[in-house]
C-alpha cells in the first residue's frame, strides 16, 4: 500500500473487493512504498482544522469566512498545493519535510469540519494529485526522472478507507514517471493525465481495468500539453489540451470530449475559445484548455491567456453546458491574469485571476457582484466542496480558507 493511512495496515495491491490482480498493479515496489501510518482525530481538532460556526448568513453576503486550516505540524509546506473535495470529503494535499507527499483527509459535518486522517507517501516522489468523488478517493504520486509514478484509489465507507488498487505506469511507457500527474474521479471513471499521454481506468466486478490511453486527432496526438487537465461529466471524459501553455503552436487550444463505445473510449466531440477574432487558424488561443472544472450539469474551461480582438492580453472563463447529452456553449466572463481556476456554486461563479471575482446568475449570462484581494494569487487555487468554497494558497507553509459561497 502506497499511501498509509493509520486505520489499515499494507495489503498487496491485489486486495480490490474482488480479490483480482488489478490492471498495470506492480506488488514489487510495495515494500519499499510501505505505508506509514498517519494520525487520526475522532473529535474535531480546533488547532488543526477549526470548527464552522453554526450560523446564519447575512442576505447581502456573498461570501462568509467559516475557518482557515492550516497543516498544524511541523515540516509541512505547500498546504493547499492541491486540493479536491466533493460530498462530505476535503482532501488537501503538502508536502513533508519537502521530500515527501502528504494528504489531509477533512470530513465536513453540520456542526464542523474535522481533520479525520492525514496520509504520507514514498519519500521522493511527486505530487500528490489528488481526486475524489465523495465515494472514492485516489492519490497520485509522479515519480523522480526514471522512476515509476503510481496512484492509489481508496473507497471510503462509514469513515474507513480501504485500499482498492494501485496502479502504475509500465518500466517500458513513455513518461512513466509523469504517471498519475493529473486526476480526475467520478463514478466507475478514473482519469490519468500527463504530457501527450491520457488513460482511462473503468471500475467492473473484477477491480480497475484499463479502458486504453486516449487518442485526439491530428496534429494534437503528441502534443506535450495533451493531458494538462481532466475532468468527467456524465459519463463523458474531457481532456485538455492548452497548446500555447508549452509553446506547441500547431493549432488552438481545445478540450477533447470522449464517450464510451463498447469497450473502449472513442472521440465525441471538441470545445473552443474565442481566441482572436478573426484570426489565422496558427494562431494560438493561448491557452483554452489549462484547466477544466465540472459543477453539475456545467463544465468550466479557463483561457488564462486570451487574446482580444485589439490584440489586448485578458483571461477567459468558459461555461458550456451539457443537455441532452450534448455541450453546448452557454456564457463567458473575462478577469485580469486567470490561472487559479474557476468554481460554480449554485448560482455563483468564482473566478481567481489577480482577485477573485463573484458573478452571479442573472438568466444566460453572469454579472459582477464584486471582487477580493487575495494575496500571491499566483500560488493560489480554488476548489468546492458542497457550498463551502475552498481559497487554497500554497505559498510558504500554505493554508486554505473556506468561505460559505451564499447561494441565490
Same mark, same amino acid.
Given at each position: ?280 487558424? !496558427?494562431? /494560438?488561443?493561448?491557452?483554452? %484548455? $489549462? &484547466? ?5 450539469? *456545467? #463544465? @468550466?474551461?479557463? +483561457?488564462? =491567456? ?27 466572463? !473575462?478577469? /485580469?491574469?486567470?490561472?487559479? %481556476? $474557476? &468554481? ?5 461563479? *468564482? #473566478? @481567481?485571476?489577480? +482577485?477573485? =471575482? ?51
Amino acid at each position: 500500500m502506497k499511501l498509509g493511512s493509520h486505520a489499515r495496515s499494507p495489503q498487496s495491491p491485489t486486495d480490490t473487493h474482488s480479490g483480482q490482480p488489478a490492471v498495470d498493479d506492480r506488488s514489487r515496489a510495495e515494500e519499499a512504498r510501505a505505508a506509514t501510518h498517519g494520525s487520526r482525530a475522532s473529535t474535531p481538532d480546533v488547532r488543526e482544522s477549526g470548527i464552522v460556526p453554526a450560523r446564519s448568513r447575512g442576505a447581502h453576503e456573498t461570501l462568509t469566512p467559516a475557518v482557515t486550516l492550516r497543516a498544524g505540524r511541523d515540516g509541512v509546506s505547500g498546504f493547499g498545493a492541491a486540493v479536491a473535495g466533493a460530498g462530505d470529503i476535503l482532501l488537501i494535499g503538502a508536502r513533508h519535510e519537502a521530500q515527501q507527499p502528504f494528504v489531509t483527509l477533512y470530513r465536513v459535518t453540520h456542526e464542523g469540519v474535522v481533520r479525520e486522517r492525514s496520509m504520507r507517501g514514498a519519500p521522493g516522489h511527486g505530487g500528490p494529485s489528488l481526486a475524489t468523488d465523495g465515494q472514492r478517493i485516489a492519490v497520485g504520486q509522479p515519480a523522480p526522472e526514471g522512476g515509476l509514478g503510481f496512484v492509489s484509489v481508496y473507497l471510503r465507507n462509514a469513515g474507513e478507507l480501504t485500499l482498492e488498487t494501485t496502479l502504475e505506469a509500465k518500466p517500458d511507457e513513455a513518461g512513466a514517471a509523469s504517471f498519475g500527474q493529473r486526476l480526475a474521479l467520478a463514478g466507475d471513471l478514473l482519469v490519468l493525465g500527463q504530457p501527450a499521454s491520457v488513460r482511462v481506468y473503468r471500475h467492473s466486478a473484477v477491480g480497475w481495468l484499463s479502458a486504453g490511453p486516449l487518442r485526439p486527432s491530428l496534429p494534437y496526438e503528441w502534443n506535450p500539453a495533451l493531458g494538462h487537465s481532466v475532468a468527467v461529466l456524465g459519463g463523458r471524459v474531457l481532456v485538455g489540451n492548452p497548446v500555447e501553455i508549452d509553446g506547441h503552436r500547431a493549432g488552438p487550444g481545445r478540450v477533447f470530449v470522449y464517450r464510451q463505445a463498447d469497450d473502449h473510449m472513442e472521440l465525441d466531440s471538441e470545445l473552443t475559445g474565442d481566441g482572436i477574432e478573426g484570426g489565422r487558424e !496558427d494562431s /494560438p488561443r493561448a491557452g483554452f %484548455g $489549462a &484547466c477544466i472544472q465540472v459543477s453539475d450539469n *456545467f #463544465v @468550466l474551461v479557463s +483561457a488564462p =491567456y486570451e487574446l482580444s480582438a485589439s490584440g489586448s492580453s485578458l483571461s477567459r472563463v468558459y461555461l458550456f453546458r451539457s443537455q441532452a447529452g450534448v455541450l453546448s456553449r452557454f456564457a463567458s466572463v !473575462d478577469v /485580469p491574469s486567470c490561472q487559479g %481556476g $474557476a &468554481c460554480l456554486i449554485g448560482e455563483r461563479l *468564482f #473566478v @481567481l485571476g489577480d +482577485a477573485l =471575482y463573484v458573478y452571479a446568475r442573472a438568466g444566460n449570462q453572469f454579472v459582477p457582484l464584486g471582487s477580493y484581494a487575495v494575496s500571491a494569487a499566483s500560488q493560489t487555487t480554488l476548489a468546492s466542496c458542497g457550498a463551502l468554497l475552498a481559497i487554497a494558497s500554497s505559498q510558504g507553509a500554505g493554508q486554505v480558507a473556506l468561505h460559505f459561497a451564499e447561494q441565490a
